[in-house]
């Protein structure tokens, strides 16, 4: 069992917990709860390894939330994090302000991803569309300026976001559909990018068919795990705050839909994570 005790920001010590364990899980998506202290931080992550999930990736959705997430990933091994600013927290967008602080947080160590970044119409009402549109176009901008691959945030706005991602990046640039719930027709869109696809606890609702059909569509080397914690948490504990150390009961389901044993999928998507984020 391996714990995720501190380290102080050694590339040595970061890799060497990861590397003989390959075949443990990766959390390619999650977040703190809101105003998480540092010692429920620990908690959260001590519980991930001990279930197994020693991969975890930060990922983050405003410049609030972002210094907490680059200190623990400083600091913990197997711990990464992105920034970047979320569809719906641009309210107070101002690109002078944010892209400079976010170019500057990429040279922190275990950054791996510009996201989660994208647009949302499903509550389009809090994050006027122009806005959300201008930090994505900014967002994925500094994404190609710098190579840094982007995760992306895609909620009832395949067409516009498909869109943009095509006019900012060039055509092979990685890119993660995080918590990917359009349809087949969308799948396809995105497949013809460089594109891979993070499936969470919504896999395990009864009423979400319509996830668990592209969940099978989707190549084997292009699925990775999330949970989107403290969301989304997956049967048994719908309703209750989700964390990082459900991700087995995920993969659980995610094997079965693939017919796959679960220690294939826990290593084939763990070893997915690591090349997309360029984790050695
Ligand atoms: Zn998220």
Same mark, same amino acid.
Request: proline share 7%; net charge negative.
């Given at each position: 069992?391996?714990?995720?005790?501190?380290?102080r920001?050694?590339?040595?010590?970061h890799?060497?917990?990861?590397?003989?364990?390959s075949?443990?899980?990766?959390?390619?998506?999650?977040h703190?709860?809101?105003?998480?202290?540092?010692?429920e931080?620990?908690?959260l992550?001590?519980?991930a390894?001990?279930?197994?999930?020693?991969?975890?990736?930060?990922?983050g959705?405003?410049?609030?939330?972002?210094p907490?997430?680059?200190?623990l990933?400083?600091t913990?091994a197997?711990?990464?994090?992105s *920034?970047g600013?979320?569809p !719906?927290?641009?309210?107070?967008? #101002?690109a %002078?302000? @944010?892209?400079? =602080?976010?170019? +500057?947080?990429?040279a922190?160590?275990?950054?791996?991803a *510009?996201?989660?970044?994208? !647009?949302?119409?499903?509550?389009a #009402?809090? %994050?006027? @569309?122009?806005? =959300?549109?201008? +930090?994505?176009?900014d967002q994925?901008h500094l994404?190609?300026?710098?190579?840094?691959?982007?995760?992306?945030h895609?909620?009832?706005a395949?067409?516009?976001?498909h869109?943009?991602?095509?006019?900012?990046?060039?055509?092979?640039?990685p890119?993660?559909?995080?918590?990917?719930?359009?349809?087949p027709?969308e799948l396809e869109?995105?497949?013809?990018?460089?594109?891979?696809?993070?499936?969470?606890?919504?896999?395990?609702?009864?009423k979400a068919?319509?996830?668990?059909?592209t969940?099978r569509?989707?190549?084997?080397?292009?699925?990775?795990?999330?949970?989107d914690?403290?969301y989304?948490?997956?049967v048994?504990?719908?309703?209750?705050?989700?964390?990082?150390?459900?991700?087995?009961?995920?993969?659980?389901?995610?094997?079965?839909e693939?017919?796959l044993?679960?220690?294939?999928?826990?290593?084939?998507?763990?070893?997915?994570?690591?090349r997309f984020?360029?984790?050695?």
């Amino acid at each position: 069992m391996t714990r995720a005790t501190p380290h102080r920001n050694s590339p040595i010590a970061h890799c060497s917990l990861l590397i003989p364990h390959s075949s443990l899980y990766f959390d390619t998506h999650t977040h703190l709860p809101d105003d998480c202290t540092d010692d429920e931080a620990e908690v959260l992550i001590r519980e991930a390894a001990e279930a197994q999930v020693t991969g975890l990736l930060l990922a983050g959705t405003s410049l609030r939330d972002c210094p907490q997430n680059l200190a623990l990933a400083a600091t913990h091994a197997g711990v990464y994090t992105s *920034i970047g600013i979320h569809p !719906l927290e641009v309210q107070d967008y #101002d690109a %002078a302000v @944010a892209i400079p =602080q976010l170019r +500057a947080w990429l040279a922190a160590p275990h950054v791996v991803a *510009i996201g989660e970044i994208g !647009l949302d119409n499903h509550y389009a #009402d809090s %994050a006027p @569309a122009a806005i =959300q549109e201008q +930090a994505l176009r900014d967002q994925l901008h500094l994404a190609a300026e710098t190579g840094t691959p982007v995760v992306i945030h895609s909620r009832e706005a395949f067409d516009r976001c498909h869109a943009l991602v095509r006019e900012c990046l060039p055509a092979d640039h990685p890119l993660q559909i995080h918590s990917f719930a359009d349809g087949p027709a969308e799948l396809e869109q995105w497949l013809k990018l460089n594109t891979i696809f993070s499936y969470n606890g919504m896999v395990t609702f009864k009423k979400a068919e319509n996830i668990r059909e592209t969940l099978r569509l989707v190549p084997l080397d292009r699925l990775v795990l999330e949970t989107d914690a403290p969301y989304l948490a997956p049967v048994p504990f719908r309703g209750q705050p989700n964390a990082s150390k459900h991700i087995p009961l995920i993969a659980q389901r995610i094997a079965e839909e693939r017919g796959l044993p679960l220690e294939e999928l826990a290593r084939l998507t763990t070893a997915n994570a690591r090349r997309f984020f360029r984790i050695v």
